[in-house]
């Protein structure tokens, strides 16, 4: 998977290099690229924001520098020419990249969109400041066939897009194939398939500062073990997440589910 990152803060990105995504990189799996948008910039003072038509305050980023950055980043040359408006249908065959904007006014990112987005063969990420990035650069790339993504991460605001495309490309990255040593561990955790949380998880020593481990995990009785990490995975459900818990299917639930 090819991933571009357009940002005017590179450096927010630099822990792409360690852990996991570092060596999915190293690996040759993933081929990440971060660009500075200011290289777009024209004027001496590399300017990238401007005023927002109709007034109020912060800055909007400019559609022109997008227009050149992205244009040059996507590989789809020049979109500016005459006769062609944002009401014509696409008349590019869809280069088969997905065009990412992290912004708190997005559709939720969740671990179904990751896996979604594993499917990608290119993903590239404009990264705006919150007051955002003129809607036209979204809308003209749309229309040019692309197919453009607005995520949010949650209900709360970031200065920017930096840290939400370093959480996408870790959570996306991790489900390439290859790049997670055991492919079990994409299973069982949190926000599976189940749409549970994942159960308490415990290690030696089986007593610690007087804190005993759940005896059943050291009974060796892996059908109990199996159904004491369901019931406490449906617990930790129901009261952390009344939301997830009721949107499970019913017909995935059992007689002892239904008791817990
Ligand atoms: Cl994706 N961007 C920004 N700037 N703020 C956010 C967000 C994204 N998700 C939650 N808050």
Redesign the pocket.
């Known amino acids: 998977m090819r991933i571009d990152v357009l940002t005017i803060f590179p450096e927010y990105l630099a822990p792409l290099d360690l852990s996991l995504v570092g060596k999915a990189r190293t690996a040759g799996l993933l081929d990440l690229r971060v660009h500075d948008l200011r290289r777009w910039a024209t004027d001496r003072h590399r300017t990238v924001d401007d005023t927002p038509l109709g007034g109020g305050a912060g800055m909007v980023m400019r559609p022109d520098v997008w227009g050149e950055a992205l244009d040059e980043v996507l590989g789809l040359g020049d979109g500016g020419e005459p006769g062609r408006g944002p009401d014509h249908e696409p008349d590019h065959e869809p280069s088969g990249v997905e065009l990412l904007v992290?912004?708190?006014s997005?559709e939720r990112?969740t671990q179904r969109t990751a896996e979604r987005l594993a499917g990608v063969p290119r993903l590239a990420f404009a990264c705006g400041r919150?007051e955002g990035i003129d809607a036209r650069v979204a809308e003209h790339y749309r229309g040019r066939g692309v197919r453009v993504t607005e995520?949010?991460?949650?209900?709360?605001?970031?200065?920017?897009?930096e840290v939400?495309a370093l959480v996408v490309v870790e959570a996306v990255a991790r489900l390439l194939p290859g790049v997670v040593g055991n492919p079990e561990s994409l299973v069982e955790e949190s926000h599976g398939v189940a749409g549970l949380l994942e159960y308490p998880v415990y290690t030696r020593p089986p007593v610690w500062r007087g804190h005993e481990a759940p005896e059943v995990l050291l009974s060796g009785h892996h059908a109990r073990i199996a159904r004491w990490r369901r019931d406490r995975a449906l617990e930790r459900t129901v009261q952390r997440r009344p939301d997830l818990a009721a949107a499970l299917d019913p017909a995935t639930l059992d007689r002892h589910d239904r008791e817990i």
């Not at 995520?151 to 897009?161: K, M």
């Open positions: 992290p912004t708190p997005g990112f919150y995520l949010s991460l949650g209900d709360y605001v970031l200065n920017g897009g939400a």
